[in-house]
């Protein structure tokens, strides 16, 4: 909210600011950190993706909400597959730079933090591996080992479940959840038969 003393009212965007600068200062400290280098994985961020403050042309902004998304490596998960740690750097990291700004310290950021997904990570030696590139190989579509930098639901399997779970499918990810988003029919099918064989041999049917 505004604080009219003083002899003027204090502008939340502008308070919004010290926030923003002090999350990017800690993406950028991250980006640098040698544990959090993968071979598969970009590094962990702290990306803002929504800004809501201010109500008028004419009026000072009395609130400013920040939105980020934060991406962190399955290895910096705690003991039960989740990210208190990160929650903890990244709160301590508002806290210090709100301490440093005489409003903000009387009036310090609230933060919600919104519900979590789990990150995960499958050793490129599980059986699971294998057996899917050597079927993907096999139907004369050569895959990789790679990572994916966004959440997908076999990483519940993998944290949770004792399942180690991968990614695997046709098309082009990078059209995934984009307006062109499509999968050729040749794919699709060469897809089908990589899995119906990975099954098979994985389960020990032939």
């Known amino acids: ?34 544990d959090n280098r993968h071979p598969y994985l970009s590094p962990p961020d702290v990306v803002p993706c929504v800004i809501d403050g201010g109500d008028w042309p004419v009026t000072v902004p009395a609130s400013c909400s ?3 998304h934060v991406a962190y ?3 910096h998960a705690d003991a039960d597959g989740w990210g208190a740690d990160v929650v903890r750097e ?8 709100a301490s440093r700004d005489a409003w903000l310290a009387e009036n310090p950021p609230a933060i919600t933090w919104a519900p979590e997904v789990p990150s ?34 076999g990483a519940t399997f993998t944290r949770f479940g004792a399942t180690p779970s991968v990614c695997f499918g046709p ?8 307006i ?9 099918v060469d897809c089908a038969r990589a899995l119906a064989v990975a099954a098979v041999r994985f389960c020990g049917a032939a």
Do not use: C, F
């Open 1 to 34: 909210q505004p604080d009219w003393r003083e002899g003027g009212a204090v502008n939340a965007i502008d308070k919004a600011d010290v926030v923003r600068d002090a999350l990017r200062r800690l993406a950028d400290d991250w980006r640098r950190r040698p």
């Open 66 to 68: 920040l939105t980020y």
């Open 73 to 75: 490596l399955p290895a």
């Open 90 to 97: 990244i709160a301590e990291r508002i806290a210090d730079a």
């Open 120 to 153: 995960s990570e499958v050793s490129p030696d599980e059986p699971v591996v294998a057996e899917l590139l050597a079927a993907s190989a096999d139907v004369g579509r050569v895959g990789r080992v790679a990572g994916l930098d966004n959440w997908h639901d």
């Open 171 to 178: 098309g082009d990810v990078r059209l995934a959840h984009s």
């Open 180 to 188: 062109d988003e499509s999968v050729p029919v040749d794919d699709l």
